[in-house]
């Protein structure tokens, strides 16, 4: 989806679902890691997370675009814009669009240790030398078994 394309959605969702325009900026943000939008309070455009969309798809990417829709039309309305106000929860409401996002998972290198005497096996990110730990559930010997992938929320 380009830019454009980002933006003819906002303005299409804005009139579906809250019978009110989009009149400002819709855009694409790639720095966003851990929320799939953000509505900014000075210049009133909307800053969408890509990797929302590659990785759940177009449904649950316009749920996030109604969530930013409802800062946006509350705030500019002079309502209560903010996830604790009743305005807002209301709205979300109204127009089904998630108060959360979910975490976007991602692979990452993990060591696995397992202790000898009872064994417990955990992950680590680092890797440790195991004559200097012990267990801490049993005070037993540590055995580094592998490096693996993992797929981890962030």
């Known amino acids: 989806m380009t830019e454009q394309e980002l933006q003819r959605h906002m303005e299409t969702v804005s009139l579906q679902f809250f019978q009110e325009p989009f009149l400002h900026r819709a855009t694409f943000n790639t720095r966003l890691r851990t929320t799939g939008g953000r509505y900014l309070l000075q210049s009133h455009d909307i800053e969408m997370n890509p990797r929302y969309l590659e990785s759940f798809g ?3 990417f316009i ?4 969530h930013e829709l409802c800062h946006y039309h509350l705030h500019i309305a002079g309502k209560g814009y903010q996830h604790r106000d009743t305005d807002f929860r209301a709205l979300l409401a109204k127009v089904d669009a998630p108060r959360f996002c979910q ?3 991602t692979e990452q290198k993990m060591h696995r240790y397992t202790c000898l005497a009872c064994n417990t096996a955990f992950l680590r990110k680092r890797r ?3 004559k ?6 049993c005070n037993g010997h540590l055995k580094y078994v592998k490096e693996e992938i993992v797929q981890v929320s962030q």
């Open 58 to 60: 177009l449904d649950y």
């Open 63 to 66: 749920g996030i675009m109604k």
């Open 103 to 105: 975490a976007i998972p």
């Open 128 to 130: 440790f030398d195991v």
């Open 132 to 137: 200097k730990y012990r267990c801490g559930r």
